[in-house]
C-alpha cells in the first residue's frame, strides 16, 4: 500500500524500457506515492519498448532524450518543467549498455571504440544529466537523484565485463557531483546497488542465470526484486531521507556482508560427496 510519501512532487524517470525494467517499477512506486512523472529514454530504446503502455498508466508524457547528447538533455529538462509546472524534486537514472557485452566481447579482449561507449551511456551520462540539471536550476532545494549500480563496481565478477568499470565510474560520479550539488542547492546523490534482477539488461550478462541463483542463496534475505528497489528509490526521493547523500546504499538483501552462507556450503559439501562416490 502506498502512503503518499512523495505527494506534490515532480520528477524524470530514465531508462523504463518494459514492465521488467526497475525504472518500469520505480515509475509505477512514484506515481503511486503521489507524484507527477515525465518518461525518458532513448530513441531506438523508445521505438522497442512498451512506454506508451506505461505513460498511459501513469498519466505521465514521454519525452525522448539520448543521454550522451548534451542538447537533448537539456531540451528534456526545459520541456519536463514545462510539462510538470516547475523544478522537479527527483531524478532516476536507469541508464545502461555495453556493446561490448551485447557482442560477447571478452574484457580480455576489449573492443575500446565499445568500451568508450560503454563509459558514455552507462556513467558519464549521470554527469551529463547532473550537471544540465544544475545549469538550467532545474531541481528544487532537497532534490534527489538516484543512479543504479552494481556490486561489480567494488568486486570482480567477471560475465559482467567492461559494466563494471562503467559502474564504479558513475558511483564516483555520485560522490564527486554529489558534493558540489549539495554545497550549490542542496540536492542529494546517491547510488543504489541492487541484487541480480531479472530485466532485459541484466538477463544479457554471461552466466546471469546461475549467478542469479548463486546470489539467492548466499543473501540471507534472498535477491531484492524490482519492486522492492523501486520502493526503496520511492524512499530515496522522499523527504525522509533528505541528509543522505554521496552514498553507495546496497539492496540486496545482505549479499554484500555475506562472505559464504550455510546454502552455498551444503550444495559444496554435497557436490563433493557425490564426486566421491563415483
Known sequence: MANQLLKGKKGIIFGALDERSIAWKAAQQAVAEGAQI?????????????????????????IAADATSLTDLEALMNQSMEVLGGKMDFILHSIGMSPNVRKNIEYTDTNYDNFHKTLDISALSLHRVLQTAMKLDALNEWSSVVALSYIAAQRSFPGYNDMAD?????ESIARSFGYHYGFAKKVRVNTVSQSPTVTTAGSGVSGFDVFYTYAEKMSP??????????????????????????????????????????????????????????
Open 221 to 278: 534475505l534472498g535477491n531484492a526484486s524490482a519492486e522492492d528497489c523501486a520502493k526503496f528509490c520511492a524512499l530515496l526521493f522522499s523527504d525522509y531521507t533528505r541528509m543522505v547523500t554521496m552514498q553507495n546504499l546496497f539492496h540486496d538483501g545482505g549479499f554484500s556482508n555475506t562472505g559464504v552462507s550455510h546454502l552455498i556450503v551444503e550444495e559444496i559439501q554435497k557436490i563433493a560427496t557425490e564426486s566421491a562416490n563415483g
Open 166 to 170: 562503467a559502474k564504479a565510474l558513475l
Open 38 to 62: 515525465v518518461l525518458s529514454n532513448a530513441p531506438i530504446a523508445l521505438r522497442m519498448g512498451k512506454i506508451n503502455e506505461l505513460a498511459k498508466e501513469c498519466n505521465a508524457t514521454v
